[in-house]
RNA sequence: GGGGUUGUAGGGUAGCCUGGUCCAUCCUACAGCGUUCGGGACGCUGUGACCUGAGUUCGAAUCUCAGCAACCCCA
């Protein structure tokens, strides 16, 4: 073999090696959020990520889908960026909380401010002063607000774009108040409710859980968290809500007049999903060809691709009308006219996660068909009459074969154990389901022993007695423990 | 919170230890022209960089310090 072929074939490899193995989760992460255009991470301040045109369609269509399940009984609006320090300053648990994670604006130009105001990290204190002043009376609630804005915390931990950020760019956090802690408890089902249909259009299996006292939201009665698993077996939060009782309530003074004239404490519950879950979607789908994106979230749904042989003019004039007959139908269609190779474009379009493709060539319409290629391979020839129909069809498969894959790959990764040394062992690759009897000194035996984190109880199961890992103790307890992000 | 590694063009690398001969190199980058086009085409001609700042020095990609940024590991 001459040097030049050497040359050559190493280059062919490089080429068909693009994105490093998804077994190196990290680096393949990494790779695919430039190369797919998601978001470009070499914004030079740390923890602060620049989301392409691409990406942010992308986060359009995901966020499109939060907003569907909210709005029928939520109202979206949007507070303030900058929060008084004495607001910010008055609940005492939910600063602990946050404190050391805080931006403050000390200065308006030379100018030392004589009240600090704090970058939200979370916006809680900006908005409960505000529902002191709009609720009144038993007849204002409950209140069901919601916004969608950027947040600032100062991660002292190492950042990862759009899962550990010092500027969340997409927070949406919904807030509701209530006449009783009942009524907020409800609120808090029905959120996780919400979140739960959100993940199942992503075609994203989840944990729901109970997180533990120690692990709660500050200043909250309790936390519910959804969790993802990664493919490394890594969890991600990716959805929380708190039932606030009326911690706030109590600080900000939110009273309402009940019917028999007497002022009370309202509930309160928060609830938020933030761009983590754009983080899990490509996650979970991606391979090592690139995204995979589900057909309703998807920037682009259906690429053809011109095969630009013989009579080039008749194989645009049928592309340019199957594109058009697409877009009537509603479907969000890209005609790749441009001048690169067709391979080439079939590499580029799966990078980019687009679910179906169609080639059009002189050999497709002599036969009256298009070529029809699905991102999970499947392919085959599909008559031009009835296409629309026909994509429909294949768009509804492919989102079942999607959820069923992740959906193995998820229950492959969640495991129960009986003893520490079990579930240690299994939080190597993934999430161990443990025996717990409840007790916080047990929770904390558990964490340090295991060396993961407890991600707390299961929601919405029962399981038999069983003896806790650490006490030894009878119970129907159990809590999931994993490594998480 | 602790430790480690690293920063060279759009991306990937070499050079750094031992300061000068460095116009470095490769590509999946970009531009132009031509031949091509059913799974990453090829040829030719070009373009483009030493993270920032200070210091040492006749001279810094290279040595020193600080900063910024990125990645990995451990708690």
Same mark, same amino acid.
């Not at 805080?102 to 809680?124: N, Q």
């Not at 002043?133 to 931990?157: C, G, M």
């Given at each position: 073999m001459t040097d030049s072929k050497i040359i050559k074939s190493k280059a062919k490899d490089n080429k068909q090696a693009k994105l490093p193995g998804k077994d190196s989760f990290s680096e393949w992460y990494h790779e695919l959020l430039m190369t797919a255009e998601i978001v470009d991470n070499r914004y030079p301040v740390k923890g602060m990520c620049v989301w392409f045109p691409f990406g942010f369609a992308l986060k359009k269509n995901v966020y499109a889908v939060i907003r569907e399940l909210l709005d029928p009984d939520h109202q979206e609006t949007q507070f303030p960026l900058l929060i008084p320090e004495n607001e910010f300053m008055k609940e005492a648990q939910h600063i602990k909380g946050f404190? =050391?994670?805080?931006?403050?604006?000390?200065?308006?130009?030379?100018?030392?401010?004589?009240?600090? +105001?704090? &970058? $939200?990290?979370?916006? =809680?204190?900006?908005?409960?002063?505000?529902?002191?002043?709009?609720?009144?009376?038993?007849?204002? +609630?409950? &209140? $069901?607000?919601?916004?969608?804005?950027?947040?600032?915390?100062?991660?002292?931990?190492?950042?990862?774009?759009l899962i550990r950020l010092r500027e969340i760019t997409s927070f949406k956090e919904a807030h509701t108040v209530h006449a009783t802690w009942e009524d907020a408890a409800e609120q808090v089902e029905v959120a996780i409710s919400r979140y739960s249909e959100f993940y199942r259009r992503l075609a994203l299996p989840f944990l729901v859980s109970r997180r533990p006292s120690w692990d709660k939201f500050p200043g909250a009665d309790y936390t519910t968290a959804i969790d993802v698993i990664m493919p490394d077996g890594k969890t991600l939060q990716v959805g929380t809500a708190h039932h606030l009782g009326s911690t706030f309530a109590k600080t900000y003074e939110i009273t309402y007049e009940a019917e028999n004239g007497e002022q009370k404490l309202v509930s309160q519950t928060c609830y938020g999903i933030s761009e983590r879950c754009i983080a899990a979607l490509i996650s979970v789908h991606g391979d090592e060809k690139g995204l995979v994106l589900p057909w309703g979230v998807a920037p682009i749904q259906v690429v053809i691709v011109p095969i630009l042989l013989g009579d080039k003019e008749k194989v645009l004039a049928v592309s340019r009308n199957l594109q058009g007959e697409l877009a009537a139908a509603g479907v969000a269609v890209k005609l790749d006219t441009s001048d690169e190779r067709p391979g080439a474009k079939f590499y580029k379009w799966e990078m980019k996660g687009v679910p179906i493709r169609l080639e059009v060539g002189p050999r497709d319409i002599e036969k009256g068909v298009v070529t029809l290629v699905r991102r999970d391979g499947a392919k085959k020839a599909v008559p031009l009459v009835g296409l629309v129909e026909a994509i429909n069809k294949e768009a509804e498969e492919l989102q079942a074969a999607l959820y069923t894959k992740a959906t193995n790959l998820h229950d492959a990764k969640v495991k129960e154990t009986a003893s520490i040394e079990e579930a240690k062992v299994q939080t190597q690759v993934g999430v161990a389901l443990v025996p717990w009897c409840g007790a916080v000194e047990c929770g904390h035996q558990l964490e340090n022993q295991v060396e993961a984190n407890m991600l707390g109880e299961p929601q919405y199961q029962s399981f038999p007695e069983a003896a806790c890992a650490v006490c030894g103790k009878l119970s129907a307890g159990r809590t999931y423990m994993a490594r998480q992000y």
């Open positions: 404190e =050391e994670e805080v931006y403050w604006v000390t200065s308006g130009g030379t100018t030392p401010l004589e009240v600090k +105001l704090a &970058l $939200r990290p979370t916006s =809680e204190t900006a908005i409960y002063p505000m529902f002191k002043l709009w609720i009144r009376s038993h007849a204002d +609630l409950p &209140l $069901r607000i919601y916004q969608i804005v950027n947040t600032f915390r100062y991660e002292t931990k190492h950042t990862r774009p």
